[in-house]
């Protein structure tokens, strides 16, 4: 089977080497892909630009590809997935339809509020104004958001006015995240804790993975501004069997039905930010439409299932027929990232330590990495991910601490307490 995977980040990198374990690939093309993805078996990086719809349309129909798989938001919400399906490709990723649920915060939040999904208090809006009148009205904390794609960094959860403030001008001004920004999203800040929730979805079935749990604060103690995940782990404890079901019949559920009474056909991962409060009810931070990074290479490197039959039951809409099981194992992922990430990245500062780390304790996943001259260098915000499993979370963290202090590149940063709320 020849797959398609669309993408060239740290999540690309750990679906690329999941697919690889699977006995019925053949062939793995990854557009672009990065330098981790190309050391992967049967996988060739494809030199395509994925924001060029006939381009990638065009490549798949010509190279006989069986099922094409998108990772990043950005081209689910052009429209990619419906382009690939116009042309006969199963394909695992929303069309653009469902992909709005990531697009637009405002959009997701109507949807919520018209499902009854159960999610914090809102407004939109697009008038400096209105919207500095909720914040008066509201008093602090409260959450800014950008209405449009940010790249997990176009949230602020402001603790004092003169913040809340700021974030609303410089949003709707353009000054920080441009497009994105024409639009904000207020909402009642909730306290609790947050989990990641993801499910693959084909339509009529939904089919939830394991939980997880991400770190999207830079500094360590849930401290700094907020990134794309500075690591994650698997499973996440605050997810107990009571909070499991909840968050299946108050929230899962009715996010399928309300897709299918939409009448959007949404086949793909559906990604559930929560914050559970201190009695176990879980209430929707946001929706993703994909695989959340850093959540991916945790959860996968626990997944014990053929990844390809999940994908190809997914885009067939045969969800029903299949099943995923998961390992006892904890995982964990520690993301390395440039000394000014989120607001800045790294490029060409040499890597170095790679060669130090066992591959049977460790999993590496590259996301902003590049070859020069045969040098892996720094090409991005977060550089890597340090993946390791173990028979509890302290065992498998003790791995990825380990492993994540061999490494080195000019200005590298990471947090060293990932998981922290789970070892308490």
Not at 41 to 63: G, S
Not at 85 to 105: H, M
Not at 152 to 175: E, I, T, W
Not at 370 to 392: F, K, P
């Amino acid at each position: 089977m020849h797959i398609l995977l669309i993408g060239n980040g740290g999540r690309e990198h750990a679906i690329a080497w999941k697919l690889a374990h699977s006995s019925r690939l053949t062939r793995l093309s990854v557009a672009p892909g990065n330098p981790g993805t190309a050391r992967e078996p049967k996988t060739t990086n494809i030199t395509l630009d994925v924001t060029d719809i006939d381009a990638v349309t065009a490549f798949a129909r010509d190279q006989q590809v069986a099922l094409a798989v998108i990772g990043p938001e950005a081209p689910l919400v052009a429209g990619l997935a419906d382009a690939l399906r116009n042309v006969g490709i199963p394909t695992v990723g929303p069309g653009a339809d469902g992909a709005a649920l990531e697009g637009s915060k405002a959009h997701a939040k109507d949807f919520m509020s018209r499902h009854a999904i159960p999610t914090a208090a809102y407004g939109s809006f697009t008038s400096e104004e209105e919207a500095l009148a909720m914040i008066e009205s509201e008093g602090v904390p409260i959450v800014i958001k950008a209405d449009g794609l940010a790249a997990g960094k176009g949230v602020v959860v402001a603790h004092d006015m003169h913040d809340a403030r700021a974030a609303v001008r410089d949003m709707l001004s353009g000054a920080r995240h441009g497009q994105a920004g024409h639009r904000v999203v207020i909402e009642s800040f909730l306290p609790g804790e947050e989990a990641s929730f993801i499910a693959l979805i084909d339509g009529n079935t939904a089919l939830p993975f394991a939980t997880s749990q991400d770190h999207k604060a830079r500094d360590e103690g849930d401290t700094g501004p907020n990134t794309g995940g500075m690591g994650a782990y698997s499973p996440a404890p605050v997810v107990t069997d009571a909070v499991h079901e909840r968050v299946v019949k108050k929230i899962l559920e009715p996010s399928l039905r309300g897709l299918r009474e939409d009448g959007i056909d949404y086949r793909g991962f559906l990604y559930i930010g929560l914050m559970i409060d201190e009695v176990g009810e879980p209430r929707v931070i946001e929706y993703n439409v994909r695989l959340g990074d850093p959540e991916t290479q945790p959860l996968l490197m626990r997944l014990d299932s053929d990844l390809v039959d999940l994908l190809e039951a997914t885009a067939a809409g045969n969800l029903a027929s299949v099943s995923a099981d998961w390992s006892r194992d904890t995982a964990i992922g520690i993301v390395l990232a440039a000394g000014d990430y989120p607001a800045g990245s790294s490029r060409g500062a040499p890597l170095s330590g790679l060669d130090q780390i066992d591959a049977q304790e460790c999993v590496i996943f590259h996301a902003g990495t590049a070859e020069r001259d045969g040098q892996l260098v720094t090409n991005g915000g977060r550089i890597l991910c340090v993946t390791a499993t173990g028979i509890d979370l302290a065992s498998a963290k003790n791995t990825a601490d380990t492993a994540a202090a061999k490494v080195h590149f000019d200005g590298a940063r990471y947090r060293r307490d990932i998981g922290h709320r789970a070892l308490l």
